[in-house]
């Protein structure tokens, strides 16, 4: 299957600073990644569509302006943490969408665990 | 009421029993049905895909579409202490759509 890989895999940063968080599609270009949050014992939850070459797409209660998203190329997309808070630690996870003749879905990143003091 | 439904458990399993894993839904116009596998802070990974109705067969795992009942399933076989992991399913209306994950079930299989 697709290799999709984050770094760093796990941060710890001060309360105000800011974090980026780079995913990367290894052996294939990626028009579409997604990124996503997820806490402790509860389920993905979408934070914002990243389209290569345009602006990314938030969903509903995501502030684009503290989560910054860059697809500047067709295996690269950054999100980006400004002035993270201790509210915003959690495991951030990417995607990217894989479409064949077959069948289209999502190969996902190993994610990448925040912690902000 | 949720897109997708999915019992958290967890379910705890003896070594070489039969896993049955569920998942409804209420969208009738969800076409593609996934299950994902997560081990413990790891990114899900990508297990089975079904489009529309019927099963699918993959070494010991069976994913099972019920668009009558808007019920999926995911069997596993001979299950493993390997197996142990929190399976997410998912789903989407078309190609291109967002997908909707259940909660995910935790599950244990003991040796």
């Known amino acids: 299957g697709a290799v999709v890989s984050q770094h760093p895999s796990w941060v710890i940063c001060k309360s105000g600073t800011s974090v980026k968080i780079e995913c990367r599609s290894l052996?294939?270009?990626?028009?579409?990644m997604f990124w996503y949050r997820q806490f402790p014992k509860q389920s993905l939850m979408l934070m914002a569509t990243?389209?290569?070459?345009?602006?990314?797409?938030?969903e509903q209660g995501v502030e684009k302006d503290k989560f910054l998203i860059n697809h500047a190329s067709l295996t690269l997309s950054t999100l980006t943490v400004t002035s993270a808070h201790p509210e915003d630690s959690s495991f951030y996870i990417c995607?990217?969408?894989?479409?064949?003749?077959?069948?289209?879905?999502?190969?996902f990143g190993p994610g990448t665990r925040l912690l902000v003091l | 009421q949720k897109e997708v439904e999915q019992d958290p458990g967890p379910l705890s399993v003896p070594e070489g029993a039969i896993v049955s894993l569920n998942c409804t839904y209420s969208?009738?116009?969800?076409?593609?049905f996934m299950w994902y596998r997560q081990y413990s802070r790891k990114g899900p990974e990508l297990l089975m895909y079904?489009?529309?109705?019927g099963n699918k067969e993959d070494g010991r795992f069976t994913a099972q579409v019920d668009k009558s009942s808007k019920y999926i399933s995911l069997f596993i076989r001979d299950s493993q202490p390997s197996d142990s992991a929190t399976y997410l399913c998912?789903?989407?209306?078309?190609?291109?759509?967002?997908?909707?994950f259940g909660t995910g079930t935790s599950l244990t299989v003991i040796p």
């Open positions: 995607s990217a969408r894989v479409r064949d003749r077959i069948q289209e879905t999502q190969y």
């Open positions: 052996d294939f270009q990626a028009t579409t």
């Open positions: 990243s389209n290569e070459g345009s602006k990314a797409t938030y």
């Open positions: 969208n009738s116009a969800f076409q593609y």
């Open positions: 079904t489009y529309s109705s």
């Open positions: 998912a789903m989407s209306v078309d190609t291109g759509n967002q997908f909707y």
